[in-house]
């Protein structure tokens, strides 16, 4: 509001009572914009808050997604490692069977292949079965060999003794003998 304007309002109006009046009016507009810019700032720092939060939400919901993917990839990768824990504790215990089944066999040589590996599989179930606990695993293979037939191969094995020309048994010790009867040289 200008003087001129004020003066057409009011008519008789003193120089000193416009002054007053223009002097409220004009803190009531520095007030006013004050405010104003208050307002804008305010309006300003909320938006920047806003654009903040914003990205923060972006992250956090990239940030779930990378810990839902690792989340899979760790289940993933332990599954691996309990495969191969079990597949490994299998051939321990596979290895472990072979060797007792090897002892429990000695020097006896089955017909073929086919044979050991039923032999072997009859074993493997009878170690397991009730009535077979507290035996050793030599009378284990006895029972499940005695009386079978064509299971082992012929001894057609040439001792590794031979009779020398100084006299046949002057020189021969019972591993000897035992070995050209076709027995173990340990028993």
Same mark, same amino acid.
């Given at each position: 509001?200008?003087?001129?304007?004020?003066?057409?309002?009011?008519?008789?109006?003193?120089?000193?009572?416009?002054?007053?009046?223009?002097?409220i009016?004009?803190?009531?507009?520095?007030?006013?914009?004050?405010e104003?810019?208050?307002?804008?700032?305010?309006?300003?720092? =909320?938006?920047?808050?806003?654009?903040?939060?914003? =990205?923060?939400?972006?992250?956090?919901?990239?940030?779930?997604?990378? =810990?839902?993917?690792?989340?899979?990839?760790?289940? $993933?990768?332990?599954?691996?490692?309990?495969?191969?824990?079990?597949?490994?504790?299998?051939?321990?215990?596979?290895?472990?069977l072979?060797?007792?089944?090897?002892?429990?066999? @000695?020097?006896?040589?089955?017909?073929?292949?086919y044979?050991?590996?039923?032999?072997?599989?009859?074993? $493997?179930?009878?170690?397991e &079965?009730?009535?077979?606990? @507290?035996?050793?695993?030599?009378?284990?293979?006895?029972?499940?060999?005695? @009386?079978?037939?064509?299971?082992? =191969?012929?001894?057609t094995?040439?001792?590794?003794?031979v009779?020398?020309?100084?006299?046949?048994?002057?020189?021969?010790?019972?591993?000897?003998?035992?070995?050209? &009867?076709?027995?173990s040289?340990?028993?």
């Amino acid at each position: 509001m200008t003087r001129d304007e004020l003066r057409g309002i009011v008519e008789g109006i003193s120089d000193e009572q416009l002054k007053k009046i223009l002097d409220i009016n004009s803190s009531d507009i520095g007030k006013a914009k004050s405010e104003a810019k208050d307002a804008i700032t305010g309006l300003e720092e =909320a938006k920047r808050k806003i654009g903040e939060l914003e =990205a923060e939400t972006e992250s956090l919901k990239n940030s779930q997604y990378e =810990a839902e993917n690792m989340k899979d990839k760790i289940e $993933e990768l332990q599954k691996v490692i309990d495969e191969r824990r079990l597949r490994d504790e299998n051939e321990g215990k596979r290895t472990e069977l072979e060797k007792r089944f090897s002892q429990a066999v @000695g020097d006896a040589e089955f017909l073929n292949d086919y044979t050991r590996q039923g032999i072997f599989d009859l074993f $493997e179930k009878a170690l397991e &079965m009730e009535e077979n606990q @507290g035996l050793s695993d030599g009378e284990v293979f006895e029972s499940i060999t005695a @009386g079978s037939e064509n299971l082992f =191969a012929e001894n057609t094995r040439v001792p590794s003794v031979v009779a020398s020309t100084s006299g046949f048994g002057s020189n021969l010790s019972n591993g000897d003998v035992r070995e050209i &009867m076709g027995l173990s040289r340990n028993e």
